[in-house]
């Protein structure tokens, strides 16, 4: 697939970014595609879990968008 990025690529790219920005990822819109070929074993969504609980360890509060418009 010409544009895979693996989910540990995603997830360290979310770690960084939150690491490097002086404000974290406070703001941050985060939006996930769940859709993926099927040939891709590799599926984001099964690492969610450990997005979120990392996102909570952080103190982070999660909003739907719909909240902040």
Sequence with gaps: MKNYVSSDTILKSIKDYESKDPAGLNGFIL??????????????????GE??????????????????L
Excluded: A, M, N
Aim: net charge positive; with cysteine.
């Design 31 to 48: 939006l996930l595609h769940v859709g993926v070929s099927p040939e891709c074993t590799d599926k984001f969504h099964q690492h969610l």
């Design 51 to 68: 997005l979120l609980d990392w996102l909570k360890t952080k103190k982070y509060q999660l909003v739907r968008i719909d909240q902040l």
